[in-house]
């Protein structure tokens, strides 16, 4: 039975008649979208090729996204980054990056970016200092490790380390008592 359901259903066969109106939808959908796009798209303006932001100074920084580390010419006025481009030069990248480093600026200028340690306290988020989180995460590590074992704990890295930092976290893990390490990227 199986044999003949493999004869009979192929989905790369197609009639003449189906392959023709697949044909034209497609003909249809792509002169739409030609004419849809009529002036959308123009040539920059002398004006507006001229620097957008005058007295800004340009940063040469990478982006943090992974630890490839591809280059960004920051634009920042007045203590804000205003505007990005790829940095040409850069021996990395070599004048390009993904989109992720494409969008950069946002990631930084977030309103959800955190920039401190928070700490929930009564069902509300609430600053604290780096000490107190540092003091904080490391009694909670030596108490997991003293009631359950090294091993009740397990330590990731992440895309945005390099080589020299996944050492450092191994490093500490084993410092710690366990083997349990692993990439964020396996989950």
Not at 11 to 31: D, E, H, Q, V, Y
Not at 80 to 109: F, N, T, Y
Not at 120 to 147: H, M, P, T
Not at 162 to 177: H, L, P, S
Request: charged share 25%; net charge positive.
């Amino acid at each position: 039975m199986s044999e003949y359901v493999a004869q009979t259903f192929s989905p790369l066969k197609a009639s003449r008649r189906s392959f023709l109106k697949m044909s034209a939808l497609g003909i249809g959908a792509g002169i739409s979208s030609l004419s849809a796009n009529q002036g959308i798209v123009r040539e920059a303006t002398q004006e507006e090729l001229k620097e957008a932001y005058p007295d800004s100074q340009k940063i040469k920084t990478v982006c943090s996204i992974c630890s490839v580390g591809c280059g960004i010419v920051a634009e920042v006025k007045n203590g804000v980054w205003v505007r990005q481009e790829v940095a040409q030069d850069h021996p990395v990248s070599r004048g390009g990056h993904c989109s992720k480093g494409a969008d950069m600026i946002d990631l930084v200028r977030s309103a959800k970016r955190v920039k401190y340690p928070m700490k929930k306290e009564n069902g509300e988020w609430k600053r604290i200092s780096w000490e107190q989180a540092l003091d904080e995460i490391g009694e909670k590590l030596g108490q997991l490790k003293k009631d359950y074992s090294p091993d009740s704990v397990q330590f990731f890295g992440s895309a945005k380390v390099g080589n020299e930092q996944c050492y450092y976290i191994r490093k500490f893990a084993t410092m710690f008592g366990t083997n349990n390490i692993d990439h964020q990227a396996r989950l």
